[in-house]
């Protein structure tokens, strides 16, 4: 009795645990485009009714026809790619550059008194910044640009890793000296999982903060790319072409968070979180 009993509240409780991921991906969209798109009907018929001329802030229908326009000739696509390939390379380096010494700064009290201070100064400095010193150490080329984005991803995924290693449980760490595991294996077994949340939320940080800095990068003398779209639209007098421009980066922006999101749910499957509804 006790074994028939058992199977079915496992079963259901294991079918209850699974049932809001898909709710959350079925209706997760419809619910969060829900107010964009009543801001922007909101803004057309305004624009409509003529309580604004629409001069500075174009309706939606001029924007989508600015899309359609700037896609079909092909222009935008390669603003985008351009884009796309420096956030990927300034990705790439900022997260190899901050999950090592965030977590060697994390694991060692010496090397953290040593380098941090400094990191946390350097942290402070806004991207703005570090364009003259780039464009004076690297000249205008791709190789600035990269750069200035690594340093935006750098800090919150060094940030991320180093908190996260100095925040497990002590507790945790001499269970696994207890049994004797070596350095690899504590981390492995260990350290790994219990930093992986933080992790995956410091990757996300950081890719937030590479699209801004991809911004910045590209107004160092780009003849491609979304930011070059901006100041060519500033230039020209063209707020169309500027809001098209913005509303490329959020979506470029939320496809890449939803990537590292999905890639790294199988990942924190273990995790008995909590979770809205």
Do not use: C
């Not at 809001?20 to 009714?49: D, H, N, T």
């Not at 222009?75 to 420096?86: C, D, F, G, K, P």
């Not at 497990?168 to 294996?185: H, N, Q, T, W, Y």
């Not at 990757?203 to 910045?216: D, E, N, Q």
Request: net charge positive; charged share 15%.
């Amino acid at each position: 009795m006790t074994a028939i009993e058992t199977m079915p509240r496992d079963s259901s409780e294991s079918a209850q645990g699974r049932q809001p991921s898909l709710p959350v991906s079925s209706g997760g969209w419809a619910i969060g485009l829900a107010l964009p798109v009543a801001l922007a009907i909101a803004w057309e018929l305004a624009v409509y009714v003529g309580l604004s001329n629409g001069r500075l802030l174009p309706p939606p229908s001029r924007i989508f026809a600015t899309f359609q326009e700037l896609a079909a000739s092909g222009e935008l696509w390669r603003h985008i790619l351009a884009t796309v390939a420096r956030v990927a390379a300034g990705f790439g380096l900022g997260v190899a550059a901050g999950t090592l010494i965030g977590a060697a700064a994390g694991y060692s009290g010496l090397l953290h008194r040593a380098i941090d201070p400094t990191l946390q100064g350097l942290r402070s400095i806004p991207s703005i910044a570090w364009i003259p010193l780039f464009i004076l150490w690297l000249g205008i080329f791709e190789t600035s640009k990269v750069a200035l984005i690594a340093v935006g991803v750098f800090f919150p995924v060094y940030l991320g890793v180093m908190g996260a290693i100095v925040s497990v449980d002590r507790k945790i760490v001499e269970v696994g000296r207890i049994f004797r595991l070596s350095g690899p294996a504590l981390v492995r077994r260990i350290l790994l999982p219990a930093i992986l949340p933080a992790y995956v939320l410091s990757l996300r940080s950081g890719l937030g903060l590479g699209w801004m800095f991809v911004v910045a990068a590209e107004f160092m003398g780009a003849s491609e790319g979304l930011g070059y779209l901006l100041v060519d639209g500033q230039q020209l007098g063209k707020p169309a072409q500027i809001v098209t421009a913005i509303i490329t980066f959020a979506i470029l922006g939320k496809l890449t968070d939803s990537l590292i999101a999905a890639a790294s749910r199988p990942l924190l499957r273990w995790q008995d979180a909590f979770q809205t509804h």
